[in-house]
Structure formats: structure tokens, C-alpha cells
């Protein structure tokens, strides 16, 4: 069983860009969630993908947008990168639609601006 | 959104009990309590959840009080590797799947 995994493991970017995160669900799994965690914080929700649709949302400017493919792979998209963006990035995925299923985490992204 | 308190940091001996409170005063009977951890520069781990019975997994054991305004997260044999950062986490059906993290706790397994 293939666990969750995320591309690039390290970024840096400067501000005003624009950047990408990749996620590749865990086999299986149909829900991905995005979540940003600032350097000696807790993980905030930044919004979540369940069979390509947006299914709940944090409190994030739409800046910060998303995808879900067919395959449950999903994309972190953040627009007009700020200083306050540099953080670990996050992805898990679950199984959703079936019950209270846990969601497990990749290692993350980290992303620095400069 | 029920709020988890837990203690900042707690200490622990090799091959003891590591026994890791949690009061959640306010959930729901809907909100399962969840636990996670995450080693320094790794994500976030599963551990355990449940929703009113104890649980029991390779991992640990949880155990929820009878009202469910407490739970305690169980290391029975505490290693090295268990050092973390612990969450508590109340999570409900209705919440769409987002996973309010506190501060955690901070365990420091020592020799």
C-alpha cells in the first residue's frame, strides 16, 4: 500500500510568484485535504477535495485554490506569494463517504519566500 | 468545533507508560477524539480514535471517560522514537473533514 506523497519536499520562491504543490493520494482514498503549518504551530485547514469538488474550506483567501483530478491527486495552488506564506505544506487523504475514516498525512512540502 | 486542552510538554522514561491527557468539555455526540503525532520534520501522524469505548491498536491504547469530557492517550512501553508532538484532536461528521490541531503536547521520551 502506497502512502501519501508530496512533490516538491522543499521550495523557494519569491514574493509576488506563484507556485504549485503536488499530492498523490493513498491508494484507495478518494478525499485529499490541504493544511499549512507556520513554524512551531498545529497543522490549519486550508480546504478539502472530495470526488473533485471542493467540500469545505478554511479561513484562507482565494489566493490559495485547488484541484482534484479523477485519480484523486490533487493540486495546491497559491497566487501572488507572500511572506507569511512560508510554511510546511501538508496533504492527507481518506476515505470519505463511508463514515469517520482518519486521514494520513505526507511529509509535506516546505516552502520558503524570499 | 469542540477545543481540546492538552498540557504543553510532558516527560516520560524508556519502557514505561506514557499516559497523555486530553479534556475535550465540550464535544459533541457526534465528534470522535482523534490522536496524532509528528516527529520533527515529518507529517502528521495516526495513532488512534474512538468515540465513546476505550480502543486498543498496535500503536496505543484510548481511553475515553464515560462522559467524554476527558480521554487519555496510552504508550504502554515508551521508546526513544516516540518522542513527538502529540495532538488531540475532536472531529465530527458534520465538519466537513477539517481537523482543528491545538499546540499539543510535546513528550520527551528520556533514556
Known amino acids: 500500500e502506497t502512502g501519501v506523497t508530496q512533490s516538491p519536499t522543499h521550495l523557494i520562491k519569491t514574493r509576488g510568484q506563484q507556485v504549485t504543490l503536488r499530492c498523490s493520494s493513498q491508494?484507495?482514498?478518494?478525499?485529499v485535504s490541504w493544511y499549512q503549518q507556520a513554524l512551531g504551530q498545529g497543522p490549519q485547514f486550508i480546504f478539502q477535495y472530495y470526488r473533485e469538488e471542493e467540500n469545505g474550506r478554511g479561513n484562507f483567501p482565494p489566493r490559495f485554490s485547488g484541484l482534484q483530478f479523477p485519480n484523486y491527486s490533487s493540486e495546491l495552488n497559491v497566487n501572488a506569494l507572500e511572506l507569511d506564506d512560508s510554511a510546511l505544506y501538508l496533504c492527507?487523504?481518506?476515505?470519505?463517504?463511508?463514515?469517520?475514516?482518519?486521514?494520513?498525512f505526507g511529509d509535506g512540502t516546505r516552502l520558503s519566500i524570499l | 468545533d469542540a477545543k481540546t486542552t492538552q498540557p504543553t510538554s510532558m516527560d516520560c522514561a524508556e519502557g514505561r507508560a506514557a499516559n497523555l491527557p486530553c479534556n475535550h468539555s465540550t464535544i459533541s455526540g457526534n465528534e470522535y477524539v482523534y490522536w496524532y503525532r509528528q516527529i520533527h520534520s515529518q507529517g502528521p501522524q495516526y495513532i488512534i480514535h474512538?468515540?465513546?469505548n476505550n480502543e486498543t491498536n498496535e500503536m496505543a491504547s484510548l481511553i475515553i471517560t464515560e462522559d467524554r469530557k476527558s480521554s487519555t492517550l496510552i504508550l504502554p512501553h515508551a521508546t526513544l522514537r516516540d518522542t513527538a508532538v502529540y495532538y488531540c484532536?475532536?472531529?465530527?461528521?458534520?465538519?466537513?473533514?477539517?481537523?482543528?490541531f491545538g499546540q499539543g503536547t510535546e513528550l520527551s521520551v528520556k533514556p
Open positions: 474512538g468515540l465513546k
Open positions: 491508494s484507495g482514498h478518494n478525499t
Open positions: 492527507a487523504s481518506s476515505l470519505g463517504g463511508v463514515g469517520n475514516q482518519p486521514q494520513h
Open positions: 484532536i475532536a472531529e465530527g461528521l458534520n465538519q466537513g473533514g477539517k481537523l482543528i
